[in-house]
């Protein structure tokens, strides 16, 4: 079995990291095997130097070697090319054509980005890899391939198993083995030594002296993100070598070419949606009219606390939190200066005798039927969101509470109004 160290150098591959060793040791020790191996990481980490690790060191080494990628090829025609056609299967098929599977029988295939796969295809793709059987497009005959498959993704495969956009039994299936590539940002002590070889390369390539960078340039390009790794890396050392006169780079010659390096503003980086996140602007517009409707209500029942009760600094400290949920301020940061009295006296009730309080009532009777009114598009909108919103965590009230902004108690109200 060749060393970590022979392999590296076999492949051109550069770098010394623990994550990166670990990753070429687990493929030296599966090639001997017919195990399927799933190689995940983001993209540009160079995940396609591990399934060529694996079939040079395999028994199948003599045999054929396919790279597809599965997402480049259309939905209409992967079927055909992964497992071939007979005459007259399909618009354009004039004559029988073998696919990968067939082509490759005895040798290994790579599927890269096989994430990206059709679920009638990713159907097909199980079959091969329980028994070894196929069917080509337009034909009824079962065919056998001896073949080994290494698949790889750069997509969190559990979210797309969660969508239902890839089968749980494939990955499975796909993944007996799996071996994870490091980003670039994770190895720093590799960084400057593969720029240093890019840099080479590209000096030979362009018959150009090789590039320099100064310290200064160096702690930039260690501290930088690295989000397309390191393909990234590799297309910026071309550009500096092609672009640049003085073959010494200085940090701010290097900023620009880093995209971004000067902003230090927060971001949010999110591997997906949250399952909060609503769809289509259209929801995100129901959900806020939704809101403005509770914060409404709201509004409604403060006003006719104070018209009853007429005492604000009663009202104030009787609903604290009321007042800090619709203006964001505690109840502490609301005083007697910012309700206007003199608009208070007017729905103030006065306490004299039971008629005239009867009288005062009717006066305010808008405020009664406001309360009752409701905008029949606007019920509709609610039912509809909360109908989603159940469905979306599978009728867990607590869940579907937490997404639409309301308690739970609130929600149940809402359930038994509309019979849902």
Same mark, same amino acid.
């Given at each position: 079995?060749?060393s970590?160290?022979?392999?590296?150098?076999?492949?051109g591959?550069?770098?010394?990291?623990?994550?990166?060793?670990?990753?070429?040791?687990?493929?030296?020790?599966?090639?001997?095997?017919?195990?399927?191996?799933?190689?995940?990481?983001?993209?540009?980490?160079?995940?396609?130097?591990?399934?060529?690790?694996?079939?040079?060191?395999?028994?199948?080494?003599?045999?054929?070697?396919?790279?597809?990628?599965?997402?480049?090829?259309?939905?209409?025609?992967?079927?055909?090319? *992964?497992?071939?056609?007979?005459?007259? /299967?399909?618009? %354009?098929?004039?004559q029988?054509?073998?696919?990968?599977f067939?082509?490759?029988?005895?040798?290994?295939?790579?599927?890269?980005?096989v994430?990206?796969l059709?679920?009638?295809t =990713?159907?097909?793709?199980?079959?091969?890899l329980? !028994?070894?059987?196929?069917?080509?497009? %337009?034909?009824?005959?079962?065919?056998?391939?001896?073949?080994?498959?290494? /698949? /790889?993704?750069?997509?969190?495969?559990?979210e797309?198993i969660?969508k239902?956009?890839?089968?749980?039994? *494939?990955?499975y299936?796909?993944?007996?083995?799996?071996?994870?590539?490091?980003?670039?940002?994770?190895?720093?002590?590799d @960084?400057?030594?593969?720029?240093?070889?890019?840099?080479?390369?590209?000096?030979?390539?362009?018959?150009?002296?090789?590039?320099?960078?100064?310290?200064? /340039?160096?702690? &930039?390009?260690?501290?930088?993100r690295?989000?397309?790794?390191?393909? #990234?890396?590799?297309? @910026?050392?071309?550009?500096?070598?092609?672009?640049?006169?003085?073959?010494?780079?200085?940090? $701010?010659?290097?900023r620009?070419? &880093?995209?971004?390096?000067?902003?230090?503003?927060?971001?949010?980086?999110?591997?997906?949606?949250?399952?909060?996140?609503?769809?289509n602007?259209?929801?995100? *517009?129901y959900?806020v009219?939704?809101?403005?409707?509770?914060?409404? !209500?709201?509004?409604?029942?403060?006003?006719?606390?104070?018209? #009853?009760?007429?005492?604000?600094?009663?009202?104030?400290?009787? !609903?604290?939190?009321?007042?800090?949920?619709?203006?964001?301020?505690?109840?502490?940061?609301?005083?007697e200066? $910012?309700?206007?009295?003199?608009k208070?006296?007017?729905?103030?009730?006065? =306490? =004299?005798?039971?008629? =005239?309080?009867?009288?005062?009532?009717?006066?305010y009777?808008?405020?009664?039927?406001?309360?009752?009114?409701?905008?029949?598009?606007? #019920?509709?909108?609610?039912?509809?969101?909360?109908k989603?919103?159940?469905?979306?965590?599978?009728?867990?009230?607590k869940?579907?509470?937490?997404?639409? %902004?309301?308690?739970?108690?609130?929600?149940?109200?809402?359930?038994k #109004?509309?019979?849902?």
């Open positions: 079995m060749e970590v160290q022979a392999i590296k150098q076999r492949f591959i550069i770098g010394d990291d623990p994550k990166l060793n670990r990753a070429i040791e687990k493929a030296i020790q599966v090639a001997p095997t017919d195990i399927s191996v799933l190689v995940t990481g983001e993209s540009g980490v160079g995940k396609e130097s591990v399934p060529k690790i694996i079939h040079a060191l395999s028994h199948r080494k003599h045999g054929k070697y396919i790279a597809v990628n599965c997402g480049a090829i259309p939905e209409g025609t992967i079927d055909s090319e *992964l497992f071939g056609h007979e005459k007259g /299967a399909f618009t %354009g098929a004039t029988t054509r073998s696919g990968y067939e082509v490759a029988d005895g040798g290994t295939i790579f599927l890269d980005e994430g990206e059709p679920l009638p =990713q159907v097909r793709l199980l079959r091969v329980e !028994n070894g059987e196929f069917i080509k497009v %337009g034909s009824s005959k079962v065919q056998k391939t001896n073949v080994r498959i290494v /698949a /790889a993704t750069n997509i969190n495969m559990f797309s969660k239902e956009k890839f089968r749980e039994d *494939l990955y299936r796909l993944s007996t083995v799996e071996i994870n590539l490091p980003p670039l940002r994770e190895r720093k002590g @960084i400057h030594l593969l720029f240093r070889k890019f840099a080479s390369d590209f000096g030979m390539k362009y018959k150009m002296p090789t590039i320099k960078l100064e310290d200064e /340039a160096v702690e &930039l390009l260690l501290k930088y690295w989000g397309g790794n390191i393909r #990234q890396l590799r297309n @910026i050392a071309e550009q500096i070598s092609v672009l640049e006169q003085d073959r010494s780079i200085s940090a $701010d010659e290097l620009q070419y &880093l995209p971004d390096v000067g902003s230090n503003l927060p971001a949010v980086i999110s591997e997906g949606k949250k399952e909060s996140d609503f769809s602007e259209r929801e995100i *517009l959900k009219l939704f809101d403005m409707k509770s914060d409404l !209500n709201d509004l409604k029942k403060l006003t006719l606390k104070l018209m #009853q009760e007429g005492d604000s600094k009663q009202v104030q400290d009787e !609903n604290e939190s009321l007042i800090q949920k619709i203006y964001g301020n505690s109840g502490d940061d609301i005083d200066a $910012d309700i206007d009295e003199e208070l006296e007017v729905l103030q009730i006065p =306490q =004299q005798n039971a008629p =005239q309080k009867q009288e005062e009532k009717d006066k009777y808008f405020a009664e039927e406001i309360e009752e009114e409701e905008t029949l598009s606007l #019920q509709d909108k609610e039912l509809e969101l909360i989603k919103s159940l469905e979306r965590h599978n009728g867990k009230r869940a579907a509470a937490e997404e639409l %902004g309301i308690s739970e108690r609130t929600l149940y109200r809402k359930i #109004q509309y019979n849902l």
